[in-house]
């Protein structure tokens, strides 16, 4: 089991700073909470490219870190000090290391962990790597994401960006959702992230949680009912625990018409690392305050 204190973390976030501005690295995805919500504004980008490439595309994934995957997005379980879990998520470097904005940490950068234990805040967090996401099936939209890596990341790990649950305004603390959307989809001046406007189809079109991004990237909301969606699913080359995962989010969304995200994270191949998941209050980004 790898053991890692606050630290060492702390050292690779110096480094991987001056690597990630000067070198233009890639980030990893994180885990984000998994109940957590974040509220965050409409933006105008036009969906319908989005939306046909997503539907009809394949999902590339991993189950780990490799050359090649720099901005792909990474999901882990998150077993907090408390025994409750949850999801987190991050971006991929080029180099394979991950940045994230972790509990008790806030924004850095981090060597991949497999599984194993962080030591942060005088705290132990267990983390278990779950699957990796390709976000852009478009070469060109992933070579634009993996060139534009080290702006986006590199300032909020210099600055020390903290950790919150609820994301403020003007970047004065980050969850790690909130992180990974800011990267993905950067928002003017880089305070809050712009989503397309394919990615509102949630109940609430305000409140996204991981479970709504991970729908999103798989392209399953835009497809008509639930029999399509398992076609798609079916017809996908994808690790086991992500598969397990969409086919429980795609059972748990409206069976036809309008896509419903969940609000609970799916337990399948969670609950084989970590035990029952328990969820965690909402987390919220407040655009304005």
Known sequence: MIRMSALALVVHTHLACATVVVDAGTARDVPATVPARVVLPVSNTPAAATVAARSSRPLQSATG????????????LLRMPDDSTEVQVGIELEDQRIAWSFPDLGVVISPF???????????????WHLYAIRPFPDDAAMARLRKALPARIGPWVTAGIPYCLDDSPQNQCMSCLGFVLRVLFPGRGGDYPSLPR?????TNPSQYTPNDLLLYLSGMPEL???????????????????????????????????STAPRSVPLTSRQKRAGTVRNAPPQKLRPGL
């Open 224 to 258: 008509p009912n639930r029999n399509a969606r398992l076609q798609r699913l079916a017809q996908l080359n994808l690790p086991d625990d992500l598969r397990m995962d969409l086919e429980e989010l795609v059972h748990t969304m409206n069976p036809g018409g309008a």
């Open 113 to 127: 962990i497999a599984g194993g234990e962080v030591q942060a805040g005088g705290k132990t967090y267990d983390v």
């Open 198 to 202: 394919d990615f509102h189809y949630t």
């Open 65 to 76: 870190v490799a050359p090649g995957q720099a901005g792909y997005v990474h999901y882990f």
